[in-house]
């Protein structure tokens, strides 16, 4: 049985930054995941843009730790030599109806401390780009797009680097809570203890707080698996920002945009809609949805799309069910100390991921 002083599930793009941040200043850190490398869910099935904070709530984690973390993620990116690029974003109203919900937006992202929004006009949506059809446009230049698999194998060199140790293959099964810390069980046979134990398994974490023992109904953490797809296009070029539409008026996704990724490639997507179970098959028949979506802001047809990959969002919020935040506790107040407990880590997870990182560690060293 190995001794360890914090463990980490999960070797997504937040367990990765927590491990990263925590191996600084901490001996005996061990990120653990269930696969055979980093990344293999959530954190490589994204959008891969670095958002701006516009759209969540004032005071809330989303708007913090974006905000933050876009900054930092930006500095890092150039700091590491990760490939990244500030395409700069507009949020385009199509209709007159849809002008309010750019103004609204634009006044969120003002309270959040969003820097340099602008409104525009139709000529200047028309002027920065042609090939879009709007009648006004929000201007977002903090946001651009990152390469989430650099970052990742960066996170990992620097983690090891720093003499803490990023282990795959090793599935959690079971957890026994302890008089001081915890006892994990792998599917492999293995057993470590852990002083500290970190949860930050994705679409996962709801059974790893079922397996310490929270009870996620009451406590109002059942998660929602809601599926994303996305479509390619080989024909269009010469966008170089990202396209948005007014956000979803259910406040589930931020509606079909278009980004461009660093090889100048247009993706649209993702749609959004709940899901039972994990599988990242593609389903074609979303594609009309898509064509309709995308022909309110640009002109695309049937043969100009094909199908690309999809993604699966871990949500607090439920279908029909009003904003939740990101939820990030030591469980001390549920009668488990000492656990760190990350649930519904979904957009804008990878931009805020070296922020959270720096929160866990904050509350890491309140334990001491
Ligand atoms: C369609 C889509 C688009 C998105 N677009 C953006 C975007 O453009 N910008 C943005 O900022 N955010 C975006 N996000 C959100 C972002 O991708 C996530 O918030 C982030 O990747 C979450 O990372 P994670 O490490 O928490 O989860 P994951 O990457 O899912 O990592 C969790 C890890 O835990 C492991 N695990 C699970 N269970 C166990 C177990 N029992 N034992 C051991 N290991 C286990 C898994 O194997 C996995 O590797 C998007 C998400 C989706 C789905």
Not at 60 to 79: D, I, R, T, V
Not at 280 to 291: A, G, L, R, S, V
Request: one cysteine or more; charged letters at 25%; glycine letters at 8%.
């Amino acid at each position: 049985m190995e001794k360890v002083k914090i463990l980490i599930i999960g070797a997504g793009v937040i367990g990765l930054s927590i491990a990263y941040e925590l191996s600084k200043n901490y001996e005996d850190v061990v990120v653990i995941d269930k696969e055979e490398t980093f990344g293999r869910h959530t954190s490589s099935r994204n959008s891969e843009v670095i958002h701006s904070g516009i759209y969540y709530p004032r005071n809330s984690l989303k708007a913090k730790f974006c905000l933050e973390g876009n900054s930092l993620l930006y500095q890092f990116a150039k700091e590491n030599e990760i490939p990244f690029r500030n395409t700069k974003k507009i949020i385009v109203a199509t209709k007159q109806s849809e002008i309010k919900e750019i103004e609204k937006l634009m006044g969120n992202g003002k309270i959040n401390n969003v820097q340099g929004i602008e409104f525009l006009s139709q000529e200047e949506c028309y002027k920065l780009e042609p090939q879009i059809r709007a009648i006004a446009g929000l201007y977002v230049p903090s946001t651009g797009i990152i390469d989430s698999h650099s970052l990742m194998k960066k996170l990992e060199y620097l983690i090891e680097e720093n003499d803490a140790f990023v282990i795959y293959e090793m599935e959690v099964i079971k957890i026994e809570c302890l008089n001081k810390g915890y006892r994990i069980h792998f599917s492999n046979g293995e057993i470590y203890e852990t002083e500290i134990l970190i949860n930050s398994a994705g679409l996962n974490c709801e059974k790893i707080s079922q397996k310490i023992g929270i009870d996620t109904i009451k406590n109002k953490l059942k998660i929602h698996w809601c599926k994303g797809e996305y479509f390619k296009s080989n024909s269009i070029s010469g966008i170089s920002h990202l396209i948005y539409p007014v956000p979803d008026p259910d406040g589930i996704f931020l509606g079909i945009h278009l980004s461009v990724n660093l090889n100048n490639e247009i993706r649209f997507g993702p749609n959004a809609y709940y899901v039972n179970s994990i599988s990242y098959k593609m389903d074609d028949t979303y594609k009309q949805e898509f064509i309709k979506s995308v022909n309110q802001f640009m002109e695309i047809s049937n043969k100009n799309i094909h199908a690309d990959d999809t993604g699966i969002r871990p949500k607090l919020q439920g279908k029909g069910d009003k904003f939740r935040d990101f939820y990030i506790q030591e469980e001390s107040p549920n009668g488990f100390p000492n656990f760190i407990n990350l649930m519904g880590i979904e957009s804008p997870g990878l931009t805020a991921c070296l922020s959270i990182g720096k929160y866990v560690k904050q509350l890491c060293n309140n334990l001491n």
